[in-house]
């Protein structure tokens, strides 16, 4: 009976630590899904997984040019912090538009192949898709985007387009890698 009980015990215990993990999730967007310590669910925010004094999250502090800038300073999480409390998010930045795909159920917006959008988000770290437009030689993105649900993520594809380091909205003093 005791040999029974210790592979039960020991079945449950990795049962139970591939159910919780400890592992921190890698540096970038995210949006709470949970809350974590005084941050509510539904927030956009940087995951930073290895800060000093500790893991922290980093909250936008203004937009500009459909990009969040985050705040330089942040709040490290609290011990008992669950990494399934953040949904990863793809980076902000330009994107072609692999597949048809629609805003949202009610197909408002249509957004076809191969069309160059810029993807943002909004405080509550919900997508927003800029349409560029091209006007006298020069493309130019719109302040306001329309809001598409996730499953839009895997219809697009993103660019590779050089960016000046000076334009990165990361919070300063945090590596790029």
Same mark, same amino acid.
């Given at each position: *009976?005791?040999?029974?009980?210790?592979?039960?015990?020991?079945? *449950?215990?990795?049962?139970?630590?591939?159910?919780?993990?400890?592992?921190?999730?890698?540096?970038?967007?995210?949006?709470?899904?949970?809350?974590?310590?005084?941050?509510?669910?539904?927030?956009?925010?940087?995951?930073?997984? @290895?800060?000093?004094?500790?893991?922290?999250?980093?909250?936008?502090?203004?937009?500009?040019?459909?990009?969040?800038?985050?705040?330089?300073?942040?709040?490290?999480?609290?011990?008992?912090?669950?990494?399934?409390?953040?949904?990863?998010?793809?980076?902000?930045?330009?994107?072609?538009?692999?597949?048809?795909?629609?805003?949202?159920?009610?197909?408002?917006?249509?957004?076809?192949?191969?069309?160059?959008?810029?993807?943002?988000?909004?405080?509550?770290?919900?997508?927003?898709?800029?349409?560029?437009?091209?006007?006298?030689?020069?493309?130019?993105?719109?302040?306001?985007?329309?809001?598409?649900?996730?499953?839009?993520?895997?219809?697009?594809?993103?660019?590779?387009?050089?960016?000046?380091?000076?334009?990165?909205?990361?919070?300063?003093?945090? *590596?790029? @890698?």
């Amino acid at each position: *009976m005791g040999l029974a009980t210790s592979a039960l015990t020991i079945r *449950m215990t990795a049962a139970y630590h591939s159910a919780v993990t400890t592992e921190l999730p890698p540096c970038g967007l995210y949006r709470t899904i949970k809350p974590i310590g005084d941050v509510e669910a539904g927030r956009l925010v940087y995951f930073h997984n @290895h800060g000093n004094p500790g893991p922290g999250l980093y909250f936008p502090e203004r937009w500009t040019h459909n990009r969040a800038y985050f705040s330089e300073s942040g709040m490290t999480v609290p011990d008992d912090f669950d990494p399934r409390a953040l949904r990863p998010l793809p980076a902000e930045g330009f994107y072609r538009v692999k597949s048809e795909f629609y805003c949202c159920e009610k197909q408002c917006v249509r957004f076809e192949p191969d069309a160059l959008v810029q993807l943002g988000y909004n405080g509550s770290g919900k997508a927003l898709v800029f349409t560029p437009e091209l006007a006298g030689g020069v493309i130019t993105v719109p302040e306001r985007g329309t809001f598409v649900d996730d499953a839009a993520f895997g219809n697009l594809v993103l660019l590779k387009l050089p960016e000046r380091r000076d334009d990165i909205a990361l919070p300063r003093g945090i *590596m790029i @890698h």
